[in-house]
Structure formats: C-alpha cells, structure tokens
C-alpha cells in the first residue's frame, strides 16, 4: 500500500504541474490520486502552510482545467489547545481522557470543585440540578455546545464537562468562545462518572490551557462560464483538524470536487459553474461564511456541498432548512444515474453557511467513518469506488434544471430557529 501511495503522489504532483496529460484512469482513481496529494503534507490545520499548500494544489489544478480562479484570503479565529487534564480526586483517583471543546476558555489554573449531573444541559435540566461553584456534566444531544455551555454558566457551575450520547469520544466546538471552560468526554467516561455520583459526592480536578489569536486563511473559488448569467456553486472544505492527515474529512471531498469539475466542462453547463475549496471548516464554518456573505456569494442560486465521501457505504444528503431544492436535485439525478442515496436532516458543515444567508443548499456525506477526526484519517482508507458515483452525482446534480425552479416562500423567523454550533 505504501508503494501505491507513493506512486499516485508523484503522478498527482505531475498533472498538477502539467507534466503528463489527463490520466486516462476512471474518476474514482482521478480523485483518489487528488487525496494522496492533499495528505502528504501532513494535517492541513487552518491558517498553517499545509493548508496553503493545499489551497495552492486545488487552484493549480482547476486553473489546467481551464477554469477561471481566485485565492480569496479572510481572517478568523484561531484557537488552540495547550494543555487538559480532568481527574477524579474523591471518592476515589481516576484519570479520564478530555477533549477540549473549540473555544473554550481556560481555566485559573486547576479547578478542583464538586461535580453535579445535570441532564443533557437544557434550562429545564438546571432548574432541577444544583450546579453553583461546581462542574456540571451533560450528555451530549437536543442542542448545541455553546448552549449547554452558556446554559451551565447561567445556573452558577465554574465549567461544564459534554459527555458523548453514543459510544466511544468526540470533538466538537463550540463555535464562539463561551463564558466557562467545557470539554468533552466518551461516553464510557461519562456513564463512569454519572456512576460514581448515584454512589455520593465526587470531586474532580480540571485543567484547560488554551488560546484564541486572529489568522489568516484562504478561499480557492473557480468559475466556468455556462449559457445563462445564473450560478451554481460546488463547494468542499479543505482544511483538517489538528494530528489527522484528513483523508476523508475532508480531501475526499475537495477531490471529489475536482473531479466533478473536469466532467461539468463538456457540454458547456446550463448556468455558471462554481467549484470552491474552503479553509477553516472545522473551527466554525469560517471560510464559507466568509464566500457566503459576500456580495458574489449572496448572488449564488444554488450550493452543493461535498464533505467525507471517501468512506462508509451509506451516502446521504440534507440539509437544515426548509428549502430542499438541493435535496431534490441531487435525489432527481440519482435516479437518473441509479445511485442510491438516502434523504436526511444534516447541518454541521459548509452549506450550513450558505443557508445562513438564504441560498439553497445541501450537502453529500457518508456517515459511518470510525477514523473520523483521527490520526488513522489516512489515504488508504478511502476507496475509489466510494469516490466515483459521488463525482458523476455531483456534477449531474449541477445540471439539474430544478436547481433554479421557484424557491418556496421563506418562513418568518426560520432563519433564526437553526442551530448556531454543532450537537
């Protein structure tokens, strides 16, 4: 497997650069070729050289397809995570294993308080818990991070600890800075802990380092002139967390992406066609925010988002607003293409952005990843027979002539009643 990585690297670098002509391989192996490029950097953090390198990779490529592209730089925050550490100190010693949730602030060096369950962290569940001066735990689900967060600061708790509502652990963010410190915890972990407290008092000892500076990213957005003035966006985040090489989550995507690309050239599109590489997903959706609340985003007609399509056998698409022209497209042409896909509810990634500003949007996804935000994200998880009906979909998807029917009317209040962070 080494070697085959190896070797699709240095041909990627190749028709990246113009050294070869196409690849005559189908467009699964094309994109799977992409994702071992856009790995062998190492994570592409946001704001780091890896994701310049990236950003750099995807223009250069889209521009040999003879596509027209810009590098669109934004500022955003950045946030990293120095130290964590969360310890039962009584009735017993128990060294858990936390995650820092995006955001959060840290603490006046160690916190040792008592801990109290309060539910999954909603008002009511406060209203029932008595968390003042101490660390409240909540089970993840119902509602957003910040919301449990700022939920547990208003009932008077020091900080708040996420345990996770399936198996196993997670990360997650916040997606602004919340008034106290929150981590996360697996599952296992947590029922550990709400154990302990069925038994009597427990104390824990919590430590978070963390700091929050201003970076820069940046925006790769293409555009390939069609028959109307009306335009179509392609869109998939470039950028990885920190410690995974982000084979799936998300080069699978942005592969997918440019692969769709070199198929949408030929006939000439219906309407303009935008295919666009996003930075700083993972910490708050901040690059697509930034490309939707533009002028020239705000003008998009529709938007497809592709993110972790490399692995997991299922593919679904959703969206979380009430328009579900996008949905339908991608549905319309599956059937065309006798692709099986599954409709269903999804925020949580780039077209989230998009529908923020009232712009049609879904997003393609495989569920199912358990190398998800890991250092084990590597190329040869992701199978390029995965990758291939996504590529044909998406680029028939943004053929689809009910991309541009009548948008039905919009809900008062709907826009507010979506979720601003990740559950």
């Not at 119902?142 to 708040?160: D, L, Q, S, T, Y």
């Not at 590529?391 to 991309?403: E, G, P, W």
């Amino acid at each position: 497997m080494r070697r085959v990585l190896l070797v699709a690297l240095a041909l990627a670098s190749l028709w990246a650069q113009g050294g070869l002509g196409a690849p005559v391989e189908d467009p699964g192996a094309r994109a799977f070729s992409h994702v071992v490029a856009l790995t062998a950097a190492g994570p592409r953090v946001a704001g780091s050289p890896a994701e310049r390198r990236a950003v750099e990779y995807v223009a250069g490529h889209l521009r040999g397809l003879g596509y027209r592209v810009e590098v669109l730089d934004f500022s955003f925050p950045h946030f990293e995570v120095r130290e964590v550490s969360l310890e039962v100190t009584s009735p017993l010693r128990l060294r858990l294993t936390p995650r820092v949730l995006h955001y959060s602030p840290s603490t006046e060096g160690l916190l040792t308080a008592s801990l109290a369950a309060a539910g999954r962290g909603l008002p009511e569940d406060f209203r029932e818990a008595d968390v003042r001066g101490k660390v409240a735990l909540v089970e993840r689900g119902n509602i957003p991070f910040f919301e449990k967060a700022e939920n547990a600061a208003r009932a008077g708790a020091r900080a708040v600890v996420v345990y996770n509502h399936e198996p196993g652990s997670f990360s997650g963010t916040l997606t602004r800075p919340s008034a106290i410190p929150a981590v996360a915890l697996s599952r296992e972990e947590g029922l550990r802990l709400r154990s302990l407290l069925q038994q009597g008092p427990v104390v824990v000892a919590l430590r978070v380092s963390t700091s929050l500076e201003i970076r820069v990213s940046w925006n790769v957005v293409a555009s390939l002139a069609g028959r109307s003035g009306a335009r179509v966006l392609l869109g998939a985040h470039v950028d990885s967390v920190e410690g995974s090489p982000g084979a799936n989550d998300n080069a699978s995507g942005v592969a997918a992406a440019l692969e769709a690309a070199r198929l949408l050239r030929s006939p000439t599109p219906p309407w303009t066609v935008e295919v666009a590489a996003f930075g700083a997903e993972e910490g708050g959706l901040f690059g697509s925010a930034a490309y939707a609340r533009s002028e020239r985003g705000r003008g998009l007609s529709a938007m497809l988002n592709l993110d972790m399509v490399g692995v997991g056998t299922r593919l679904l698409v959703g969206n979380t607003g009430q328009d579900r022209r996008v949905v339908e497209a991608v549905l319309q042409a599956a059937r065309e293409l006798e692709v099986r896909v599954e409709a269903r509810r999804m925020g949580s990634s780039d077209h989230v952005s998009f529908e923020r500003e009232g712009i049609p949007a879904a997003m393609l996804h495989r569920p199912d990843d358990p190398h998800y935000h890991s250092p084990e994200d590597t190329p040869d998880k992701v199978r390029p027979e995965l990758l291939e009906p996504v590529v044909r979909l998406s680029a028939a998807t943004l053929r689809q002539h009910n991309l541009l029917a009548s948008r039905p009317p919009k809900r008062a209040g709907a826009g507010a009643s979506r979720p601003h962070g990740r559950l």
